[in-house]
């Protein structure tokens, strides 16, 4: 199979032969006229010898690599990489009578970059983050279908495409259609609203998170600042919390807490209050020692480094208040998904909080994001996901 050519400046082949699945606008010496956003590729160094073939784009990432020699990429490509992305979440466990909502396809980490799959029971939840992988939609969505217990796939890339390809993609399922909107994680139910919702509906990168905090959450009053679906709040519920409440600037995620603790738990739980109101707002507001185990989760606060400064401010402002407020002997649980800033950056900014505060603090554990969410040992950017769980005296 032929494709349109991409040819690399003298010298910028040698990322490409470590593996790492970008091409950069500025390494590209020549490439076809005819290369429209999406197309397949074939990349060669300055010499002529052929590299491999990816998805062609318009911005400072050019070409996602896709493999790294001739092959073509076609049904059976796709079906092949989804099959070893399967087989590996069969060897994690992931899908068994307790649980049935697992990241399939994590872009990079494996081998397709620019798509994500999160499986929610019999529902494939389907986003492209690059052209090349909107056109391939159909041919995936059909290759999805041939692994055990997927009926439906569903399509919902409309806020992740690059606005620049003027894609104009529709929500909507490709196969099939809504059977149930519950899934299973670690034996609990959830809602997972992948119409509306955020991402694919659900964050099931903080899966191994919530089950260690629900081994800490006994006894404690437990605050779960930005709590989207409440997935931190149930589990600190079935691990025996004294108290929880949650908070979140949308109504309708405060909504789907109550329902998600409804689902899992005698209605009305006593334990449980839910709170629609600005997480800072709320913590300038609460009384001090009011809590004795605190999440911070939040939305990524810089989605590009020319944010990152006001970033690292904002996660130092907001941990510095919550170490303020936390009472003595409490556990913090602290997080960042913005891929802009790197694990040394939130730490720092993590340190001068707890500086600020002039508490004693020790780190009890560096958390990360699952296996379901792997890293590409090439492609070190994959890694998004910080956590901390400090002690607080």
Not at 167 to 172: A, H, Q, R, S, Y
Not at 261 to 274: I, K, P, T
Not at 363 to 370: A, E, G, K, Y
Request: net charge neutral; glycine share 8%; proline share 3%.
């Amino acid at each position: 199979m032929t494709y349109k050519t991409v040819t690399l400046k003298r010298g910028k082949e040698e990322s490409l032969e470590r593996f790492h699945p970008w091409v950069f606008s500025g390494a590209i010496a020549a490439a076809d006229d005819t290369i429209e956003e999406g197309d397949l590729v074939s990349v060669y160094s300055h010499d002529g010898k052929l590299i491999g073939n990816g998805h062609s784009q318009i911005g400072s990432i050019a070409v996602r690599m896709l493999t790294f020699d001739d092959t073509a990429i076609d049904e059976a490509f796709y079906r092949q990489r989804l099959q070893d992305a399967y087989k590996m979440r069969q060897a994690l466990g992931l899908q068994r009578e307790d649980n049935n909502a697992y990241r399939l396809v994590h872009g990079e980490g494996d081998f397709l970059p620019g798509l994500v799959v999160d499986i929610y029971g019999p529902t494939a939840v389907m986003q492209a983050h690059s052209p090349g992988m909107h056109f391939a939609r159909d041919i995936i969505a059909q290759s999805l279908t041939t692994l055990p217990g997927i009926r439906n796939v569903y399509y919902k890339s409309e806020t992740t495409l690059p606005y620049k390809a003027h894609l104009d993609p529709m929500n909507d399922y490709i196969i099939g259609g809504m059977e149930t909107d519950e899934a299973l994680e670690n034996g609990l139910r959830f809602h997972v609203d992948w119409l509306k919702g955020q991402k694919t509906g659900f964050f099931v990168d903080q899966r191994e998170n919530r089950r260690l905090l629900e081994h800490y959450s006994k006894g404690r009053k437990v605050l779960n600042m930005f709590c989207y679906t409440g997935g931190f709040s149930v589990y600190a519920l079935r691990g025996g919390a004294q108290q929880v409440h949650s908070v979140d600037s949308s109504a309708k995620a405060v909504r789907l807490t109550d329902d998600n603790v409804a689902l899992n738990f005698d209605a009305g739980d006593y334990r449980h209050q839910s709170f629609a109101e600005d997480a800072f707002k709320f913590l300038d507001n609460m009384e001090k020692d009011a809590y004795d185990l605190i999440i911070l989760d939040p939305p990524a606060f810089a989605k590009h480094k020319s944010a990152l400064r006001n970033a690292l401010v904002g996660y130092r402002r907001l941990n510095a208040k919550a170490l303020e407020k936390i009472a003595p002997g409490s556990i913090l649980f602290t997080f960042s998904c913005s891929q802009a800033v790197n694990k040394e950056q939130f730490r720092l900014a993590v340190f001068s909080a707890a500086a600020q505060s002039r508490r004693k603090v020790r780190i009890l554990h560096q958390l990360t994001q699952p296996a379901d969410h792997p890293i590409n040992i090439y492609h070190p950017e994959g890694e998004y996901l910080k956590g901390l769980v400090l002690y607080v005296e």
